[in-house]
């Protein structure tokens, strides 16, 4: 009789945890406030999905895009990069 004792440690063996390194931890926490302006855009937006939109829910979605596209810009800047097709 073949034992499968070497089998089982081979179905059983825990794979290796790849936690995020440090250089993925510190790009996450430098776009942190742009995800923040993201979702407090999207909120704004699910607010309205079965509504009509208010005067103050257009309100609160200008605003919030104004942060997502400030936040974007902060990043870029952050960054060193330039966009094509602006108008400097």
């Known amino acids: ?3 499968i004792a070497a089998l ?17 931890l510190d790009a996450i926490e430098i776009e942190i406030p742009l995800i923040l302006a993201e979702v407090d855009l999207l909120d704004a937006q699910i607010m309205t999905i079965d509504r009509h939109a208010t005067e103050l829910d257009t309100q609160r979605i200008r605003r919030a ?24």
């Open 1 to 3: 009789m073949l034992s």
């Open 8 to 24: 089982q440690a081979v179905v059983t063996a825990t794979p290796p945890v790849e936690e995020p390194t440090n250089a993925e």
């Open 65 to 88: 895009r104004n942060r997502v596209m400030a936040a974007r810009r902060d990043l870029t800047n952050r960054a060193g990069l330039t966009l094509s097709g602006g108008a400097a």
